[in-house]
Every structure is written in structure tokens, then in C-alpha cells.
């Protein structure tokens, strides 16, 4: 899942949401 891949680095998976990036949860 997507949170695995950025939970390491929430300021590029916070990038990627205002980039309009949908993930599922």
C-alpha cells in the first residue's frame, strides 16, 4: 500500500497528495 511505501518520508507522501495523487487505504 501506498502508506507503506511513504511512511518513511510523510513530507513526499504530503507532496504527492497536493499533487492530486489518490491513494487507497
Not at 10 to 15: H, L
Not at 19 to 25: A, C, L, P, R, W
Given at each position: 500500500?501506498?502508506?507503506?511505501?511513504?511512511?518513511f518520508n510523510?513530507?513526499?507522501?504530503?507532496?504527492l497528495?497536493?499533487?492530486?495523487?489518490?491513494?487507497?487505504?
Open positions: 500500500r501506498a502508506a507503506k511505501l511513504y511512511q510523510p513530507e513526499t507522501y504530503q507532496q497528495l497536493e499533487k492530486g495523487f489518490n491513494f487507497e487505504f
